[in-house]
């Protein structure tokens, strides 16, 4: 089978990879999307599907909750690693917002929503190494330490290892080393990372670091240091992995404006013991893998609404915890209703904004929308998600009157509004497409009041992938009020139009 990187684009940041037999499992970061950490499956390492979330939520208080101006913004799951340890599945994260590193753990990765440990502190960019029946993370940036584990894993062993493995360079270095994936292959402890260097190419790259003992001495390697063309992006962070057959490959992220972080397929052959990634140095655009194509569930989906119970497909996650009282399929079956019952200023305050990821070189999203229910001061539709947002929905006035409008944020942070078409009926058609093609990186609104003839409105919007929010563009579904609670908007066929180029 032919691989083409990138093998997804699409905002798949900081993955970590775990075989059990002929099957992959990938972890990645979706930090305040709810559900969280979502586990993906393979048996090519290039077709990968969805299979369960680690968590629904991580807290439920105001920061998770968009309440009282507080929010996980750029904050919440990240870089989590991912291991197999004594007949359980292990997932470990740090959440900066709230001072706590969080273990999970089931016997089913395939099962949503795992148990967990809860411990106290941050323990940054994290790994777990299980070596002689004893088990470790190893965290942070630069100066890289190392603790030990209680033998359940429930927290930090009294008297275990707790101490600074080695520091790495600071002078000339944007971002000293993180990222950690740590193991243990035949003699050695590899312990890999990334790191940001002004000089040379001046771009993120793959280091690692080897040792023979564990609290010894390292030594350090680069392994890959490419952009495969674009923009001086180095393409680097995630981890390494074999096959059944003993071949050896890495699947790593690379910053790709605002589509996200996206994950790129990468072979590995070892020399003198150490694990270099690419082909003679590059991460190659294409080459052969011995597996024939898995055939899997999509990333990213149409979705008609029409189901028989409250229960999202795993492809949605909601901005920040839901409020799960105020949304439904089974309502008015054929159907997602969204209703208040809270209040926001914009986009970024509302509660209840159900997305999917976007995808590259293009894609555009549309929904029909029915205004019924909607009462003056609300707005619904389908907004162009990140801080730099763009929303193209119905806004009612006090008249009960509907227009459709295009909102953005000003540089000052504040909404502003483009734009006005009056709805002749209750029903409009609204559509984003998304252009990523050779770093364009531009988002086009458009509505409809047949769903077949559409009209732009408003100006295009400038992406900016940035990092209060760092995550890629998203499609979401919004309903929200200004002044007044208890109104519902009504959104049906959901359609998902992939322009992949391929």
Not at 51 to 62: C, H, L, P, R
Not at 262 to 274: A, F, K, S
Not at 384 to 397: D, E, I, L, R, W
Request: aromatic share 16%; with cysteine; charged share 25%.
């Amino acid at each position: 089978m032919r691989v083409h990187n990138p093998i997804i684009w699409a905002d798949f940041p900081d993955p970590d990879i775990l075989r059990v037999g002929d099957t992959y499992y990938m972890i990645s970061t979706t930090m305040f999307m709810m559900p969280g950490a979502p586990i993906l499956k393979s048996k090519d390492l290039c077709h990968w599907e969805i299979v369960s979330y680690v968590f629904d939520k991580i807290e439920d208080n105001d920061i998770y909750q968009l309440k009282n101006g507080k929010h996980a913004y750029g904050k919440g799951q990240w870089a989590t690693s991912l291991k197999y340890y004594r007949g359980m599945y292990y997932a470990c994260f740090a959440c900066n917002d709230l001072n706590k590193t969080y273990i999970y753990y089931t016997d089913n990765i395939e099962k949503s929503y795992w148990d967990r440990y809860v411990m106290e502190g941050i323990y940054h960019d994290m790994s777990f190494l299980f070596d002689n029946d004893k088990a470790y993370l190893i965290y942070n940036c630069g100066d890289i330490k190392i603790v030990e584990l209680k033998d359940d894993l429930s927290g930090l062993k009294a008297g275990g290892v707790n101490q600074l493995l080695f520091s790495t360079p600071s002078e000339n270095v944007r971002l000293r080393c993180e990222g950690c994936r740590a193991y243990k292959i035949g003699e050695y402890y590899y312990l890999i990372f990334i790191e940001w260097p002004f000089d040379g190419h001046g771009r993120r790259r793959v280091v690692c670091y080897r040792s023979k003992e564990l609290l010894g001495q390292y030594e350090r390697k680069i392994l890959l240091d490419d952009d495969m063309g674009y923009q001086n992006q180095g393409i680097a962070q995630g981890a390494i992995f074999d096959t059944p057959d003993g071949d050896w490959y890495s699947i790593l992220f690379q910053d790709h404006g605002s589509v996200g972080r996206i994950p790129y397929l990468i072979p590995v052959t070892w020399e003198n013991d150490w694990p270099m990634m690419g082909i003679q140095g590059k991460v190659p655009e294409t080459f052969e893998i011995p597996f024939e194509p898995y055939a899997c569930e999509p990333l990213i989906i149409s979705d008609s609404f029409n189901h028989k119970e409250n229960k999202l497909a795993l492809q949605w996650q909601w901005n920040h915890n839901p409020i799960s009282e105020l949304w439904s399929f089974t309502e008015r079956p054929g159907y997602l209703r969204l209703r208040t019952g809270t209040f926001a200023k914009d986009i970024l305050t509302a509660r209840n904004t159900l997305t999917q990821r976007t995808s590259g070189p293009r894609c555009a999203f549309s929904v029909e929308l029915e205004t019924h229910g909607l009462k003056p001061g609300d707005y619904a539709g389908l907004v162009a998600f990140q801080s730099n947002y763009g929303t193209v929905g119905v806004k009612v006035h006090e008249n009960n009157i509907g227009k459709v409008v295009v909102c953005k944020k000003d540089d000052n942070g504040q909404q502003f509004e483009e734009d006005f078409a009056t709805l002749s009926g209750k029903s409009v058609f609204l559509k984003i497409a998304f252009d990523f093609e050779n770093s364009r990186d531009i988002a086009t609104f458009y509505f409809s009041e047949d769903g077949e003839t559409w009209t732009k409105i408003g100006s295009d919007l400038q992406m900016k992938y940035t990092l209060d929010l760092f995550i890629g563009y998203r499609i979401g579904i919004y309903y929200y009020s200004e002044k007044e609670t208890g109104g519902y908007a009504d959104f049906r066929n959901f359609i998902y139009d992939a322009q992949n180029g391929r």
